[in-house]
């Protein structure tokens, strides 16, 4: 919004101008959606606490310690998240560009389908809320819808291609299926990300890493320059989503301020299924969807984690982690919440490095 309204007078007023440049509107995104979630945290978490009264949920057959540390903690704290990412995006990008919408549309639809799995089990005091039928098939429309709308406006070349790291030139058409490749792409990381939110703090961070480097990817993938430079596929507008993901940033630096140990609220899945998606949704608009498998690699060894579980319980009858997802595994080892936590932030770093080598290793 500010860009349309400011830039145009950049002729009058020439320090206006700046409003021209995605990096100082990144800046601006990310600082609005920290004052946003310092703003508005305090009074939603209370606000959260007077409704729900007993908290979210705790399973009984999870850790035996969170039975005691995190009973009572109120949840659907993602919606202070989508507050300040929609409020951050919306003020500083420009808002003809097709790609922030369906972003932005993502985004939504997730957090609303995980605002009703929240509000059920907090109404109805257990941990089952929303069928995982129904959830699936909100994820799937919206996802859909999402990659249609990505696709009319992607260049030619690019629209049913997946680009492949370390070759520069390597596209492979997968015509009809591109459009089911990229469902699951945007499904797959909302629920991956969701698996991993399970102790304070653990999600956030490596969301807010791969938000920031996916903000630097879009910025080089929309620009002639950088994107020739890099040998990279070049995406005319996708450089906008650099002010989505420095809004991801900064409600991610605001929202941590209430999730750090001891958490004062749980993002619920209002707040991590939205946050994958986004993910999802940024990559694919970018064609970076492999990329994203690397720089999110913590959320994927958490799901794999869980389907090895699953699997071998199934085929053998038993387990090969004392318990799945995988950072359970190591409380039940008697790792310390914290050093679960740091270590699993160190990770998802490394991972990040090794997503942002892929842009020169060509």
Known sequence: MLFHILFPLAEQFSALNVFRYITFRTGG?????????????????????????????????????HLLTKKGTPTMGGVLILLAVCSATLLWADLTNPYIWAVLGVTVGFGIIGFIDDFLKVSKHNTK????????????????????????????????????????????????????????????????????????????????????????IAYLAGNTIFSDYLQLHYVPGAGELAVFCGSLVGSGLGFLWFNAPPAKVFMGDT????????????????????????????????????????????????????????????????????TIVIRFWIIASILALAGLATLKLR
């Open 29 to 65: 995104a990310m600082m609005t959606a920290l004052i946003v979630s310092f703003l508005f945290g305090p009074v939603m978490i209370e606000i959260l606490r007077a409704r729900q009264g007993q908290g979210q949920p705790i399973r009984d057959d999870g850790p035996e310690s």
């Open 129 to 216: 809320g929303l069928s995982g039928k129904l959830k699936l098939a909100g994820q799937v429309s919206i996802s859909a819808v999402a990659t249609f709308w990505i696709l009319s406006h992607l260049p030619g070349g690019l629209q049913t291609t997946l680009a492949v790291p370390f070759f520069k030139d390597l596209l492979v058409n997968l015509s009809w299926m591109f459009v089911v490749f990229a469902v699951l792409v945007m499904v797959g990381s909302s629920n991956a990300v969701n698996l991993t939110d399970g102790l304070d703090g653990l999600a956030i961070v490596p969301v807010m890493i791969a938000a920031g480097v996916f903000g630097f």
């Open 271 to 338: 707040g991590s299924l939205a946050l994958g998606g986004a993910l999802g949704a940024v990559s694919v608009v970018t064609k970076h969807e492999l990329v994203l498998a690397i720089v999110g690699g913590l959320f994927v060894l958490e799901t794999v984690s869980v389907i090895v579980q699953v699997v071998s319980f199934k085929l053998t009858g038993k387990r090969v982690f004392a318990m799945a997802p995988l950072h359970h595994h190591f409380e039940k080892k008697g790792w310390a919440e914290s």
